[in-house]
């Protein structure tokens, strides 16, 4: 390496989830020194896992929800599902770090607090963006083009694939490519009715197996799955991907990594003499003290808002709206996919079938609107596809049946003659100027800095795919046997922005310096040293849940930046 | 299996694995595991007077019977209902439970001359079945699922049943003897016959 003035590392690392895990793995394991710094607590893989396999007679109130403490520590957390009292230790405690809530438009942020991120609490579910979706803005205008095209991308997917294991099974489709898979886990009976019906009387819906980062074959120091069920408690045989399963350690294993955590990074620093960021600015979150780390390279993994705030709270006399922000879009072009709509359907058949063990996973139905071509009676531009469950009901939904003694209670016991097959949409968001994560002028959180705000509202084109989606949805459970069918959520109000929990897009790539924050590598267009690799470079969403795609980028920004970084050009 | 156990399970399936990681080895020891934590039931509480304590018990004991399964008092629910009465209600609801649980300590010795609690099974049922058909337009009886919130203004046959319904088959008993528990199936199969009057499997996790 050319520079030779002194580091305290050769690259930061600010975050440990999803993609800092990885940016760790990878800059360690090309024998650089790196420092990662995690604002959150320490939590060590398995001795942090409290609430593992805990029964619900263990749990406070057998399960009930603290509601005093939910209500006042965690207001925004406790809202998702996989929030509960066996995880509770892994979220963001929102009294204590809060965001503007009362200013801008309502968003639900939801967040880790912690050593690994959302890996812990995440859903799992992995799948490649397609070459569509690479072409989409391009093609559609909504957006910027994509400065990357799927053949660039795809062996930064099977890079990534390999390392995490993803489970699924191939169906050779242009919208939702194939990658490297485990073996699929098994379907329960009624699926395979669903299945063979769709085929007859829906055939262009393709039913697939959700592909998901859960092990079901051994790999290296963890082992497949056991079926135990709730995965947001911790995975102690680190059977699903997670920073502390899978890319930590093998960071670790280079002798490479120190990780700091309760390690809060306020700012970057940049040097003027040498047009890169010189070191970063940190606080201990328990004790407050400030220190300062230098380094040659910066990777930024704080989540796309993470990021978001952290470079527009570095803001400087030479970029005075935001650390690398002479394009002006820094913050702008949020993006979440909207959920929470769908139709479940009752079914009658299979009813001399059960099921045995806890498939922590569903099946998909990969987008079908809008493939290939504009399809020419749609009001709306690109799709959605649908994550499906089955939901074998149980006591939780009859305990409020008419009635009393045996027969109630044999009711709330035995396996009901019947199975729901739950479709829950997810539709693709066009990125809009408008939607935005700021900094509040008046509000600052217990360290001194800035708390985000947001400014979201959904578009025209995501209501009228919203209302497509239901309709489609009735048509595929018909179309499956369903005796009923209930379709669930509003499309003309949507899901709360941020509860797809997919939030990206708010520093985008792009080739164009004057409309894009980063380049193709990730690279800010205007600092060389700075790579922001979260979903913040996002340039649209897809319909897919995006963290597979976050860790290729990643991956590939690593392996760029070092190559860089040796041939003396950063 | 306790935590231990099943820490050591883990570590053998992933040194299987090839190449053990094992991080979670040694600070065990210093954690607390919600799995070896105490029952939540095992606490003491002191809310009901004795009196009120047989009427919970021979209520909770008429919504959930002993059959040829174990019911609610096997399962510990009349002391589980006094700790939520007493920990969880908000304000309001403890004043709707308060007020219920006395109307039936007032009222049953007036109209049948003795306890609620020493009624024959028939006139407990009939008694239940009365609030029940005075509280129908309860939205409580809308079929909804468990990710509905507890309803606060649900009337007190509403929450006793909750209660009861809630505390029984998240106990020990209810889940490994009335339904079914395994927190280490190793395996998923979709395909398993059914037997008539089998037990669904006790849910793993309690969305709310
Ligand atoms: C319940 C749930 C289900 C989900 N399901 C899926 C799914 O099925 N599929 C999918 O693709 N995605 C899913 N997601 C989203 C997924 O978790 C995120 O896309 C992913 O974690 C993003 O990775 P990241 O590295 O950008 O952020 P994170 O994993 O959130 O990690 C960012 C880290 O940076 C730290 N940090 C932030 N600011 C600072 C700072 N200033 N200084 C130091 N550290 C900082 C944070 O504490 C955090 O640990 C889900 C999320 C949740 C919560
Ligand atoms: S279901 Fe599988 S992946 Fe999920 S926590 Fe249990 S063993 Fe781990």
Redesign the pocket.
């Known amino acids: 390496m050319t520079d030779t003035t002194t580091h305290d590392f050769d690259a930061i690392v600010?975050?440990?989830?999803?993609?800092?895990g990885w940016a760790a793995k990878e800059l360690c394991e090309k024998g650089l020194k790196v420092l990662v710094?995690?604002?959150?607590r320490d939590m060590p893989a398995g001795t942090g896992y409290l609430g593992e396999h805990a029964p619900s007679w263990k749990l406070p109130f057998n399960g009930k929800p603290d509601r005093t403490l939910w209500e006042r520590e965690y207001p925004v957390q406790s809202k998702?599902y996989?929030f509960s009292a066996a995880n509770i230790q892994f979220w963001n405690n929102d009294r204590e770090n809060p965001y503007a809530v009362d200013e801008g438009t309502p968003f639900d942020w939801?967040?880790?607090?912690?050593?690994?991120?959302?890996?812990l609490?995440?859903?799992?579910?992995?799948y490649r963006f397609s070459e569509q979706d690479f072409k989409a803005n391009a093609m559609d205008g909504h957006g910027i083009p994509w400065p990357v095209d799927y053949d660039e991308i795809a062996p930064w997917y099977s890079h990534v694939e390999k390392f995490i294991g993803v489970n699924g099974k191939k169906e050779g489709l242009a919208q939702l490519p194939d990658g490297e898979f485990q073996k699929p886990m098994s379907w329960f009976a009624i699926e395979e009715t669903i299945h063979g019906r769709l085929k007859k009387h829906a055939p262009d819906i393709t039913l697939t197996n959700a592909r998901t980062a859960i092990l079901t074959e051994d790999l290296p120091g963890r082992s497949a799955c056991h079926y135990c069920g709730p995965c947001?408690n911790g995975c102690s045989t680190g059977s699903y991907f997670s920073s502390q399963s899978s890319t930590l350690p093998a960071a670790q294993a280079t002798g490479n990594l120190t990780l700091k955590s309760n390690?809060?990074?306020e700012r970057l620093e940049y040097d003027k003499a040498t047009g890169k960021i010189s070191k970063v600015h940190v606080i201990d979150a328990n004790t407050r003290a400030r220190s300062a780390f230098s380094a040659r390279l910066f990777f930024l993994?704080?989540?796309?808002v993470?990021t978001t705030q952290?470079l527009l709270n570095s803001a400087s006399a030479e970029f005075p709206n935001g650390l690398a922000n002479r394009s002006g879009v820094l913050g702008h072009y949020l993006m979440d996919h909207f959920l929470g709509l769908g139709v479940a359907g009752i079914y009658m058949d299979d009813t001399d079938k059960y099921y045995y063990g806890n498939r922590p996973t569903g099946l998909y139905i990969p987008r079908f609107r809008n493939v290939a071509q504009q399809d020419q009676e749609l009001d709306f531009v690109r799709g959605y596809g649908y994550q499906t469950m089955i939901n074998s009901s149980n006591w939780t939904s009859a305990f409020n049946n008419k009635g009393f003694g045996a027969g109630y209670k044999n009711a709330l016991r035995e396996i009901p003659p019947s199975w729901m097959f739950y479709m829950g949409g997810f539709g693709e968001c066009l990125p809009q100027q408008r939607n935005r994560v700021y900094l509040s002028k008046t509000k600052k959180d217990r360290f001194g800095i800035p708390q985000v705000a947001f400014d979201f509202t959904w578009g025209d084109n995501e209501k009228a795919m919203a209302k497509d989606l239901l309709a489609q949805g009735e048509r595929i459970q018909k179309a499956a046997g369903a005796v009923m069918s209930i379709a669930f959520g509003d499309a003309e109000k949507l899901s709360v922005p941020g509860a797809g929990?997919?939030e990206m897009g708010t520093a985008r790539m792009g080739d164009d310096p004057a409309q894009a924050v980063l380049n193709k590598h990730n690279q800010a267009h205007d600092i060389p040293n700075l790579f922001v690799t979260?979903?913040s470079f996002m340039a649209s969403s897809s319909c897919v849940?995006?963290?597979?795609t976050?860790m290729a980028f990643t991956a590939r920004a690593c392996d760029y930046a070092v190559t860089q970084l040796r041939a003396g050009q950063i | 299996m306790n935590r231990r156990q099943f820490l050591e399970c883990a570590a053998i399936l992933v040194s299987g694995a090839t190449t053990g990681r094992l991080a979670f080895a040694l600070t065990e020891e210093q954690m607390v595991y919600l799995a070896s934590a105490p029952d939540y039931t095992s606490q003491k509480v002191d809310y009901f007077s004795p009196a009120q304590r047989k009427l919970v018990a021979a209520i909770a004991q008429t919504i959930i019977p002993r059959t040829d399964s174990p019911g609610a008092i096997d399962a510990g629910v009349p002391h589980f209902i006094e700790l939520m009465v007493a920990q969880w209600l908000n304000d309001g609801e403890r004043s709707i439970f308060n007020a219920g649980l006395k109307d039936i300590e007032t009222r049953i010795p007036e109209e049948h001359g003795k306890a609620f609690d020493e009624l024959d099974g028939d006139r407990q049922l009939a008694v239940l079945e009365a609030l029940e058909a005075a509280a129908s337009d309860s939205p409580w009886y809308v079929q909804g699922n468990i990710r509905r919130a507890f309803i606060s203004d649900a009337p007190f046959i509403c929450q006793i049943k909750e209660l009861t319904a809630w505390g029984f088959f998240t106990s020990e008993v209810g889940a490994t003897t009335v339904l079914r528990y395994n927190v280490m199936p190793m395996r998923f199969d979709g395909n398993t016959p059914r037997t008539p009057g089998e037990s669904t499997w006790a849910p793993f996790n309690f969305y709310h």
């Open positions: 600010v975050g440990s989830g999803i993609t800092g710094l995690e604002r959150g998702v996989a939801y967040r880790g607090n912690v050593v690994g991120g959302r890996s609490m995440w859903g799992r579910q992995t947001e390690a809060v990074v993994c704080a989540s796309t993470g952290l929990i997919h979260d979903g849940n995006p963290s597979l976050y």
